[in-house]
């Protein structure tokens, strides 16, 4: 256990969430014949999905500092009708009514901040309103009926990345060198980290051959699924919302981790009152993170008119619920203060492999929500359990076994 300890980071958290997902998509590849692991199948899971991860994002950030926005969903069919009928109605070019959707995501992000930052009122009650006051909108300026979007929406939404290059690969040239890029980074920073481990206490140094064996399996990973999308049908690859998806993971990977207002965020929802005696502006961290939940409801508001092609008075209807589900299966605190970027990932991908697996099994809508409601009360019930003070964690329970057998093993 202290070998694969070794190779896992010595961090063990997100295990049994990889593990599960592991486990979800072999089992569904195997009850559906062979349907799940295939290049359509996972290239419709991205572009269908896209939009919910890219809400998670945002809702990890809000969940952190110890609030929730249950308007994002509102939101985002909001701004899709606004720009559809901007674009039809008052003859905008198509990136302009785009533009024009992105601003009102961040005024109303500015609103909903204001509530909560300088009026005081919790973000649950403000959002709830919000929720209520755009799902409304929708209808209102819809009057009921759907808007078709922008043609050229439509490679946004649901395109690919195109094809060029030699044709030897057998392979879409870009999707390949998508993935050999993820490998190379990979790479780099594992060995980066490696290096400055070298350089500072050399009883804490980090073995290199765990780092071998972590990049080896990490590529194979990477090379897999690189292969499962590059190697479809003529005329597919990687989606484009998939693109857009990574882009924004990487940002907010880095703005969470390794920035300033990354350290606030966590600050302010692991103790409020300390952040502030420590010269953390709280009312603008508040400000700041709801402004940036509705730009990123408002992109992905968009993402989903260029796949769906029309503007619905029905868009965005309980996607809010979805964002906060993928939040707390990866991992996040709902007391606030605890939660990633990539453990929301995982969690997020692990409900839209749940969708797509029981879609394939033939189990309807209604007994899918059974399923999804089991997982979610799971995930944050295991999270309270292991946070009960005294009570150690599932995992700390198998590492301590594991070092009992250790020692009579030595001895």
């Not at 969903?73 to 701004?79: M, Y």
């Not at 009057?143 to 050229?152: A, D, H, L, Q, Y």
Request: hydrophobic share 50%; net charge positive.
């Amino acid at each position: 256990m202290k070998y694969v300890k070794q190779v896992l980071g010595n961090d063990l958290r997100q295990v049994p969430m990889v593990v599960a997902l592991l486990v979800l998509l072999v089992g569904f590849h195997i009850i559906s014949g062979g349907r799940m692991l295939t290049s359509s199948n996972m290239q419709n899971l991205i572009s269908g999905n896209a939009y919910v991860l890219i809400l998670a994002i945002g809702m990890l950030m809000v969940i952190v500092i110890g609030q929730i926005d249950l308007s994002v969903g509102s939101v985002a069919g909001f701004v899709a009708m606004v720009v559809a009928i901007s674009a039809r109605d008052f003859n905008l070019p198509w990136y302009v009514a785009v533009l024009l959707g992105f601003v009102l995501g961040l005024l109303i992000g500015s609103w909903q901040g204001f509530w909560l930052s300088k009026m005081g009122i919790p973000g649950f009650i403000s959002t709830l309103a919000g929720m209520m006051i755009f799902r409304g909108a929708v209808i209102w300026l819809s009057g009921s009926i759907s808007v078709p979007g922008p043609k050229e929406l439509q490679f946004f939404g649901a395109g690919y990345l195109p094809e060029w290059g030699p044709s030897w690969t057998q392979m879409n040239n870009p999707t390949l060198l998508l993935g050999l890029a993820a490998i190379a980074l990979f790479t780099w920073s594992q060995f980066n980290a490696y290096t400055s481990s070298k350089l500072g206490d050399a009883e804490t140094a980090l073995p290199l051959w765990p780092v071998c064996v972590r990049v080896g399996i990490v590529g194979i990973v990477i090379a897999y699924v690189t292969w499962l999308f590059g190697s479809g049908r003529p005329g597919t690859s990687f989606p484009i919302p998939g693109l857009v998806l990574v882009a924004l993971v990487s940002t907010y990977h880095i703005v969470t981790e390794r920035t300033r207002f990354g350290r606030h965020i966590y600050a302010v929802g692991g103790n409020r009152q300390a952040a502030a005696l420590s010269g953390v502006n709280v009312s603008r961290t508040y400000f700041a993170v709801m402004a940036n939940m509705s730009f990123l409801a408002a992109l992905a508001g968009v993402l989903f008119l260029g796949r769906a092609t029309a503007a619905g008075p029905g868009d965005g209807t309980n996607w809010e619920l979805d964002a906060i589900s993928a939040v707390f299966i990866g991992g996040a605190a709902v007391s606030g203060g605890v939660g990633t970027i990539m453990a929301t990932m995982v969690g997020g991908v692990l409900i839209a492999v749940l969708n797509s697996g029981l879609m394939l099994m033939g189990v309807g809508a209604d007994k899918t929500q059974v399923i999804k409601g089991l997982v979610l009360l799971l995930a944050v019930a295991i999270d309270a359990l292991n946070k009960q003070q005294g009570r150690p964690s599932i995992i700390g329970k198998i590492m301590e076994s594991f070092r009992k057998k250790e020692e009579v093993t030595t001895q």
